[in-house]
């Protein structure tokens, strides 16, 4: 599975951006596509994640101002996020999880820096 995301960048607090990330390669199975993040001097953390059924799971960080939406004819997983704060700064992380009986197979894409400030 490969995954090719896009759309980070600098923008103001308050400000919006959206990211998006298509997924290719070997991706029958897929369950779960996501996102996350990490900031300088800081673990990587789940910001939000949606099942192939939709179901849907955020960081208490970003609800309200995330939304994480799925093509899945596309096979790309975007992220929109609104009213940007300085803490929001990090390298996104595409994410695609196939969960098999007894294991789970997590890919990453190759991360997109997200820079809030004035």
């Known amino acids: 599975v490969q995954l090719q995301a896009s759309g980070g960048g600098l923008v103001q607090p308050g400000g919006s951006l959206r990211l998006s990330c298509a997924a290719s390669?070997?991706?029958?199975?897929?369950?779960?596509m996501g996102w996350y993040r990490q900031a300088p001097g800081k673990q990587r953390e789940l910001v939000a994640s949606?099942?192939?059924?939709?179901?849907?799971n955020y960081v208490d960080s970003v609800k309200g101002r995330f939304t994480v939406s799925r093509d899945n004819a596309k096979n790309t997983v975007y992220l929109q996020m609104n009213s940007l704060k300085p803490e929001d700064t990090a390298v996104y992380y595409c994410?695609?999880?196939?969960?098999?009986?007894?294991?789970?197979?997590?890919?990453w894409g190759q991360g997109t820096l997200v820079t809030v400030s004035s």
């Open positions: 994410n695609a999880v196939r969960i098999r009986i007894g294991a789970r197979d997590d890919y």
């Open positions: 949606i099942t192939s059924g939709g179901r849907l």
């Open positions: 390669g070997s991706i029958r199975g897929i369950n779960i």
